[in-house]
């Protein structure tokens, strides 16, 4: 089984930066990858951001250019840095973590942009 803990959350004012991490505890089994999901209430959840065991990315539009993720491997950890945040960047985001047995996620960690 594997632990996700998700911590960076907050509240930040339109144009501004947070930084999300999420480390990864447990038994992982074999190469995995790391992302960010984000979800309004009453809406699916979305991918943010995701980087595979070997570093390649991949973004959803609305983010590119603002959002950049990171992992380091040695921390089993993954970053999230949120620049230029807009209003409509608010809501929950969601550590996702995939291996080759599963798919696990955090608890999820707010993000509220107003000023």
């Known amino acids: 089984q594997v632990q996700l803990v998700e911590s960076g959350g907050g509240l930040v004012q339109p144009g501004g930066s947070l930084r999300l991490s999420c480390e990864a505890s447990g038994s992982i089994f074999g190469p995995y990858a790391m992302g960010w999901y984000r979800q309004a209430p009453g809406k699916q959840r979305d991918l943010v951001a995701v980087i595979t065991s070997g570093g390649i990315t991949n973004y959803a539009d609305s983010v590119k250019g603002r959002f950049t993720i990171s992992r380091d491997n040695a921390k089993n950890t993954v970053y999230l840095q949120m620049n230029s945040l807009k209003f409509e960047d608010t809501t929950v985001y969601y550590c996702?973590?995939?291996?080759?047995?599963?798919?696990?996620w955090g608890q999820g960690t707010q993000v509220t942009v107003s000023s």
């Open positions: 996702n973590l995939r291996d080759l047995r599963s798919n696990y």
